[in-house]
């Protein structure tokens, strides 16, 4: 029978290749800190950009606007689709759409009331001048994460609905001025009387 070999010891590792083993060993919790440092920080970014993007009028502002702050990306968006013609001044906005102003809308004008929707793709216009108004009323949300309602009563028997953010007061402030608008325009104001 053949012998054996004899077993020989392992040589103790060297310090430098134990150092460097060691080095190696903690590179993963330097990746792990770092991946969790960036999935925190990324919401964060993530808002910033959202932010920005408001302030460009690329998305929609989450509060009612009134005209001095609707950024003209947004009225040119509204021109190209066709809710309110050129020349015509939008006086409050807010849009429940999340990324384009073209998903949904509620303003008024100097000329009159507008809600849209886009429904299957096709965008819906539902409008009516001061004069067409009978009444206007305010339904608030009772919460700041839920849109009050306007309802505007049509002398057709329709009814015109306008979502408003709550955010900052912004459908009181919506409303408001939209009835001061209304009231301005109302045939039986002599001041709205045609010479």
């Given at each position: 029978?053949?012998?054996?070999?004899?077993?020989?010891?392992?040589p103790p590792?060297?310090?430098?290749?134990?150092?460097?083993?060691?080095k190696?060993s903690?590179?993963w919790?330097?990746?792990?800190?770092?991946?969790a440092?960036f999935v925190a920080?990324?919401p964060c970014l993530?808002?910033?950009a959202?932010?920005?993007?408001?302030?460009k009028g690329?998305?929609?502002?989450?509060?009612?606007?009134p005209?001095?702050?609707?950024?003209?990306?947004?009225?040119e968006?509204?021109r190209?689709l066709g809710?309110?013609?050129?020349?015509?001044r939008?006086?409050?906005?807010?849009?429940?759409?999340?990324i384009?102003?073209?998903e949904?809308?509620?303003l008024f004008?100097?000329r009159?009331v507008?809600?849209?929707?886009?429904v299957?793709g096709?965008l819906?216009?539902?409008?009516?001048?001061?004069?067409q108004i009978?009444h206007l009323e305010l339904?608030g949300?009772?919460g700041l994460?839920e849109d009050?309602t306007?309802?505007?009563?049509v002398?057709d028997?329709?009814?015109?609905?306008?979502l408003?953010?709550?955010?900052?007061g912004?459908?009181?402030?919506?409303?408001?001025?939209?009835?001061?608008e209304w009231?301005?325009?109302?045939p039986?104001n002599?001041?709205?009387?045609?010479?």
């Open positions: 029978m053949p012998e054996s070999p004899p077993i020989q010891p392992t590792a060297s310090p430098v290749a134990a150092t460097a083993s060691r190696k903690k590179a919790l330097w990746w792990l800190i770092g991946g440092g920080l990324l993530l808002m910033l959202y932010g920005i993007g408001i302030e690329v998305f929609p502002d989450s509060a009612a606007v005209e001095s702050r609707i950024n003209a990306r947004t009225l968006h509204l190209d809710v309110i013609a050129e020349g015509e939008v006086l409050y906005f807010y849009s429940t759409g999340l384009h102003v073209g949904d809308g509620n004008t100097d009159r507008v809600s849209y929707e886009t299957d096709k819906e216009i539902y409008q009516a001048k001061y004069d009978i339904v949300s009772g994460l009050s306007i309802i505007a009563d002398q028997g329709t009814q015109i609905y306008l408003v953010s709550a955010e900052g912004g459908d009181q402030k919506f409303f408001d001025r939209l009835d001061q009231r301005a325009h109302r039986e002599p001041a709205s009387a045609e010479p």
